[in-house]
């Protein structure tokens, strides 16, 4: 039996996304994902379940309020500050040595394999992974997360689920085997002197497995699976956002750079990048389209009515693409672009209300103008780091799209970089 995107192997869980109601307006999307009757109804709820089941995306209300209280401390300023300093740079320094050159002298590569290379250090520090850093190791380590990303990420695949499931649970067993147990064993160790007053709170790790050893009960009162599902739902989500964002951003800015030279000295413009960040960001979600269930009837200022138990389906390339809110061209990339009304300049793409990504400041940084030492954001960091390198898009040799499913992301984007130094 092949399942396709959009579709449930258990008719219970919901129809097919194309039996759905759709709300495509940013403003039907936005009321949606702030009103408290309409809650979530995909992510770890659906075919996702065996993989992100009971983790953060698949709760609500007060469930899902405590678990983020619980891992906020992994986002936190000072957190950024020591990811992006102590481990994002030296691993982006590391992925970047890994470029061939070719006979002019110039280094090339393969822009989502440089991303891959670097991100996964910081997802597994993050999750709080051990040992995750000679070449075969990282490589071993990637390889996990590619094929557990097909579960985790279920909802948009066009293959045949059943077989994603089967294959995905026993590589969830290995990998929880050999890389989340060994390591969270160590943190019981360390939690287990703190509370024996050896050790002060600052001496732990900030990590999230440290934070579930310290917060056990609560990931555990539903399922003793919780905490596996969380490191993967967390180990995938660091790398494969902004592994997907980034080569969007470098494309789009690209072309803007070459119809507007004026702006190419801005590239070292802190401001500057993050607005083509959110940009990019805003016309290529990393989600297509989030499933939410409403538990009530509710009627939505534009009129529309959702009767309960009703599924509907929160198009966030359409609503982030909403010619009432982005107008003009709102299909055109432009890092100057200021919206029509009052919100969120990146438009839907993170969500909002209670189910606002977790890791929004992680990848795009908090936007202070006057605070030139606040963290970047990862994904604004990288592009600043591979612009300084020289990058340049190949039109000889374009990117590759993944069919694989039906998010908007590369398969291969092959780049240049004419300023790296030896």
């Known amino acids: ?16 996304v194309s039996e759905m109601t759709w709300l495509t307006s940013y403003q039907d999307v936005d009321e949606a994902l702030k009103a408290h009757e309409i809650v979530q109804g995909g992510g770890g709820l659906r075919d996702s379940e065996p993989f992100v089941g009971h983790g953060l995306l698949s709760l609500s209300g007060d469930e899902h309020f405590e678990r983020r209280r619980i891992e906020a401390v992994l986002f936190r300023r000072a957190a950024l500050e020591r990811y992006q300093d102590a481990v994002l740079a030296p691993a982006l320094h590391a ?43 990282i490589d071993e380590y990637l390889s996990y997360m590619d094929r557990l990303s097909m579960g985790t990420n279920i909802e948009w695949a066009s293959g045949d689920h059943r077989e994603i499931i089967r294959v995905g649970r026993k590589l969830r067993a290995e990998f929880d085997a050999k890389y989340i147990q060994p390591s969270l064993r160590r943190r019981e160790a360390l939690v287990a002197e703190y509370r024996a007053g050896g050790r002060s709170a600052e001496q732990l790790p900030t990590d999230l497995l440290t934070v579930i050893v310290l917060h056990k009960n609560h990931f555990t009162q539903h399922s003793s699976e919780a905490m596996v599902s969380e490191v993967v739902l967390f180990n995938g989500a660091t790398t494969g956002t902004i592994t997907q964002a980034v080569p969007h951003v470098i494309a789009e800015l690209s072309e803007w750079l070459a119809a507007h030279p004026e702006d190419r000295p801005r590239v070292e413009d802190r401001q500057f990048l993050r607005r083509a960040v959110i940009e990019g960001i805003r016309l290529h979600p990393a989600s297509p389209y989030l499933i939410r269930q409403a538990t009530a009837g509710k009627q ?12 509907v389906v929160l198009d966030l390339v359409k609503s982030s693409r909403d010619a009432a809110v982005f107008a003009p061209d709102p299909d055109r990339f432009d890092p100057h672009r200021v919206p029509k009304v009052r919100i969120r300049p990146m438009g839907l793409t993170f969500g909002d209300g209670p189910h606002t990504c977790i890791g929004m400041s992680m990848t795009i940084g908090d936007g202070g103008a006057a605070d030139e030492d606040a963290p970047l954001g990862f994904a604004v960091y990288l592009v600043r780091e591979f612009y300084r390198a020289g990058i340049y898009v190949d039109p000889a040799d374009p990117p590759r799209w993944n069919d694989a499913n039906v998010r908007n992301e590369y398969a291969a984007f092959p780049v240049r970089f004419d300023n790296l130094a030896r």
């Open 300 to 311: 939505l200022r534009s009129g529309r009515r959702l009767v309960a138990g009703e599924y």
């Open 1 to 16: 039996m092949q399942s396709f995107a959009g579709t449930t192997l258990d008719p219970s869980r919901g129809p097919s």
């Open 95 to 137: 992925s970047l040595a890994t470029c061939e050159r070719g006979a002019d002298g110039l280094a090339r590569g393969d822009l989502q394999r440089l991303l891959r290379l670097a991100l996964c250090r910081v997802s597994a520090a993050l999750v709080g992974i051990d040992g995750v850093e000679t070449p075969a190791v």
